[in-house]
């Protein structure tokens, strides 16, 4: 919420085969403690994102949280531009995306998720069992923001955002 800290509808963009009730509950437990009303879209088909940001600004959204899905990377064009076109602030879950024209991504890299896979597989390919292979989780995080498209929205960035990104595009 510091990202958008006026608002005070935001919509979450979630892939329904991957969302469990207790992550969205969870979802909505902390925005209802921040004093912002959370509305959920479930996305269920691609062609359904543009749809379902629309339908989401209509309810009054004034920013849009992305989660983290392969269904919602396939689309992600058709999200950045039509976020632009309704001029919605939209944070996305890899910071690759904003070098390709979103507004803010936080995350980790998935290019780094991609090696840590191919390492995991490498591994089972090699001979070790499957379940002996360690479960990796990522460890670092990363801010990215693009000045561009948060001018060409009208959105002006929170400095103290700013001054903590490991990545501006200016």
Do not use: C
Request: no cysteine; hydrophobic share 45%; aromatic share 6%.
């Amino acid at each position: 919420m510091e990202t958008v800290p006026a608002a005070r509808r935001i919509a979450v963009l979630a892939d329904a085969h991957i969302a469990t009730p207790q992550h969205m509950r969870t979802l909505e437990e902390t925005t209802r403690a921040a004093g912002v009303e959370l509305t959920v879209r479930l996305i269920e088909r691609p062609e359904r994102i543009v749809p379902e940001i629309e339908e989401a600004r209509r309810w009054g959204a004034e920013a849009l949280n992305v989660l983290a899905s392969p269904l919602l990377v396939t689309r992600r064009f058709d999200m950045f531009e039509r976020t632009a076109a309704l001029r919605l602030p939209a944070i996305y879950q890899s910071p690759e995306f904003v070098e390709e024209g979103g507004l803010i991504g936080y995350g980790p890299r998935l290019t780094l998720m991609f090696r840590q896979l191919a390492r995991q597989l490498a591994k089972v390919l090699r001979g070790e069992k499957v379940g002996e292979v360690p479960v990796e989780q990522p460890t670092r995080f990363e801010l990215a923001i693009n000045l561009r498209t948060a001018k060409a929205i009208g959105f002006e960035v929170p400095a103290s955002l700013v001054l903590r990104a490991d990545e501006v595009i200016e």
